[in-house]
């Protein structure tokens, strides 16, 4: 009894070839030799998987937390806190006139680095730093809702087009194709021109709708190589549904793959508000976004480069991290597609 | 062959006639009338608004207009302006030469640079030199244009004084001014291209070293270099000229942001100019124009392919 259950340990070490051996086995007794039914891959838990990452995999992931959080902050301040927790008004003008004291302010614009204003101000005197943070919530949003769509539509189409395959499949492709033909960033402005009023719902949903033909493209690869394999093969051969293969063989396969490539695919985004709101498209004023404070600080580069610098410095940071960690899950997703 | 290539071209007109027609369904469902643009909302003569709306042909049905819309369109007419009544086709051929010249220059420099860094990579795979080139291929593909644009910018028109910040020379101006003011902008589109190609032939290459007939070239003791350059090279010019192709026809429409930072009379300045002025038929046109190149480009490239790489045809 006791070989039996070194040998299923064996097994999972050969299954996962990641598996720490200290950790605990996920294998209940078994009183005879039979199908060994607990095993299976054990699943890392997120500490662990952060554990495993290069240090700079590691650096990128705590920006990413930071730059959630910042957004998350700026939020909590604006619509919870009135403007109550430690951090500047994004949009106070601090040498404007201020009603409540009479006077005018005494802080130059485009001042450089302080205690009060780590960051320095713009030309228009308000505190970069908190422009910043206020920034970061815009690219988190758009980010965030284009990979939902991308994950939630995207992913779904692409799995039901490459297992389903026939006409469903050409049609839909087809389709894709359509909007795939048009260079991304002409079609994007194309249609941010139709609408008068740009807010944040409207930017993020339009580019969150022209990014679901890529997301479908990646899972429709994935799912088609899935749709062979043997456990598929398996499910059809002891009659089970199609959709209930679709939900629980080929969905949960593809979605570790296109979680990487949602990664990167943020990246994208990430890149393409910046550009809409460097171009005064995205956004309305004065909220602001990092593209937009790069566009309104770039006319005075010759009296103050630091304020494009920041804000540039900290999208093409988010942009970075964002690559690493969907390149470091790309690799780890491929590496355990190869050892399956 | 016959057949691959009926089969491209079929495809080619099913692309063409979808993405043309999407791109006016696009502005002609468009709320708001485009009478009240060219007249304004003031009090108005009835009669003049019938007679444009029957110059315009608005009051004929959704297909029919798209029908004539596509035929002017391969006629080369792309309507007027509503707002500076110029012909659109017009602002496009003065606009197109300048966007070209842009992008061929920051493909040719993005080709210079990235065939001897991609090369390196792969001979010295895995050592220090190929981990300094991509990380640098890294943190290239992670820069966006607009940010390296104003770097340089800031580098070479501010602090050294070297090139003008703005502004655009045509070619017929004189070939050294034009080539000051098209350097920086050439160079900040360059960037992101010079890590995708270096990218691409590294990978290339490293599985052609592998091939017996460079163990053979080896045995016979030619150079490394004569390895490198000419024999292990040349199958990866076919992947090359894809995605060279394929960045040309993007670059079209990726020049927009770099020609408003640098105030460059391209197709993409204009574009945004026509955004910023709601001069719909000139998005409408630039779209069309933009899109359409795309897609040829792809599809020569396609053809291209199919013509060159036997393996291609015979499927």
Known sequence: ?????????????????????????????????????????????????????????????????????????????????????????????????????????????????????????????????????????????????????GVIIGGLLGSIAGYVRGKTETGLMAMLDVVLAFPAL????????IFEVRSLFVISLVIGVLSIPAYTRVSRANSLAISNREFVVAAQAIGTKRWTILRREIIPNVLPTLLAYAMVAAAAVVVVEGTLSFLGLSVQLPQSTWGNMINQARGDIRINFSQVLYPALILTLTVLALNQVGDFFQRRSSFRGSSL | MIKT???????????????TFLTFAMVALLPGDPVDTILGTATRDPAVEAQIREELNLDDPFLVRYGNWLGDAVTGDLGRSYITSQPVADTISQRLPVTFQLAFMSIFMSVLVAIPIGVMGAYKQSKWQDTASSAAVQVALSIPNFIFGIFLIWLFAVQLG?????????????????????????LALALAQMAVFSRLIRSDMISTLQENYILSARAKGMSDRYILFRHALRPSSLSLMTIVGISFGALLGGTVVIETLFAIPGLGFSLINAINGRDILLIQGITVFIAVMFVVINTIVDLLYAVLDPRIRRK
């Open chain 1, 1 to 149: 009894m006791a070989a039996n259950e070194t040998d299923i340990e064996r097994l999972i070490d050969v299954h996962d070839a990641t598996a720490t051996i200290a950790g605990s086995v996920l294998v209940e007794p078994v009183s005879s030799f039979t199908v060994p039914q607990g095993v299976k891959a054990k699943r890392k838990t997120p500490w662990g998987i952060f554990r495993e990452m290069p240090a700079l995999v590691k650096a990128s992931v705590l920006w990413l937390l930071f730059i959630l959080f910042s957004s998350i902050y700026a939020q909590l301040d604006i619509r919870v806190f009135n403007g109550a927790l430690p951090l500047g008004d994004p949009n106070l003008q601090l040498n404007g006139f201020n009603p409540e004291t009479g006077e005018f302010g005494t802080n130059v614009r485009l001042e450089g680095s302080s205690w009060q204003h780590p960051l320095g101000t713009d030309a228009l005197a308000r505190d970069t730093l908190s422009r910043a943070i206020h920034g970061s919530y815009v690219s988190v949003t758009v980010a965030v809702v284009s990979v939902m769509c």
């Open chain 1, 186 to 193: 002409v079609l994007l402005l194309a249609l941010i021109s």
């Open chain 2, 5 to 19: 290539i009926a089969f491209i071209l079929l495809r080619l007109i099913a692309t063409l006639l979808a993405v």
């Open chain 2, 162 to 186: 070297w090139l003008p910040a703005s502004n655009w020379n045509r070619f017929s101006d004189g070939v050294v001014d034009n080539m000051r003011t098209a350097l920086l902008p050439a």
